[in-house]
């Protein structure tokens, strides 16, 4: 299995929704990042975990609560957005290993989400 | 000055040619450098990755770094029309970054038949 997944792929909410955003995978990595993307924009880094510790947080607004409940899950907890944080999320991956070489990142398929 | 920055683009070549994308970055320290393809809609797919100095090729794919002159280029030969994207280059620092990838702006390609 060499692939991330994101479900859901569409997501249309109200600002005064809660949901969820869940990635996975299971090539054994213990890195996993949540981007965000605007159109015509590159993607923007919000949080990283590392071995299921919030490593990095990106000063990423508080309505959105980065959870990695194991090694092949992670989720991003979505309440009270407003329409600007419309934007592809993109969930990615990567070994940590300590080799002389690198490793690259792979990303998921996406979830387009709509806030109206 | 912007950390990686990539030619504005839009590019475009005939079928066939030689595309040549550039990016710079300013970070001394970076390790590592990707590019990464991204069609419409989509998300973004690795096709390249180099750490060390020099070329490294797959395919019709070729990317070269110079680490003293902070440059890294992607050439892409024999332009198909499904080589019509957005290349993103990305640069990973040094360090304990957790692999944080900063993105540079993308050059939109169109390959014309």
């Known amino acids: ?116 | 000055q912007k950390e990686v920055e990539q030619n504005s683009g839009p590019l475009s070549v005939p079928e066939g040619a030689i595309a040549s994308l550039n990016c710079t970055y300013s970070d001394r320290g970076s390790q590592s450098f990707f590019w990464y393809r991204q069609y419409s809609g989509k998300s973004p797919e690795l096709i390249m990755f180099i750490y060390s100095n020099g070329d490294k090729e797959d395919g019709r794919f070729t990317a070269q770094l110079n680490k003293a002159s902070q440059y890294v280029s992607l050439l892409i030969r024999d332009s198909q029309p499904s080589d019509s994207a957005t290349y993103l280059c990305a640069v990973r620092a040094g360090g304990t970054s957790y692999g944080k990838l900063t993105f540079g702006q993308g050059t939109i390609l169109t390959v014309h038949p």
């Open chain 1, 1 to 116: 299995d060499t692939e991330v997944t994101q479900t859901p792929k569409h997501l249309v909410m109200g600002m005064t929704n809660k949901k969820s955003l869940k990635c996975e995978q299971h090539m054994g990595h213990r890195a996993m990042y949540w981007y965000k993307q605007k159109a015509k924009k590159p993607p923007e880094l919000m949080f990283v975990y590392s071995y299921e510790k919030l490593s990095i947080n990106e000063s990423v607004p508080s309505r959105f609560s980065p959870e990695c409940p194991n090694s092949s899950l992670l989720n991003l907890h979505l309440h009270a957005l407003q329409p600007e944080d419309s934007a592809l999320y993109l969930c990615a991956s990567r070994h940590l290993w300590n080799r002389g070489e690198d490793n690259e990142q792979f990303f998921g398929p996406g979830t387009r989400l709509t806030v109206l």
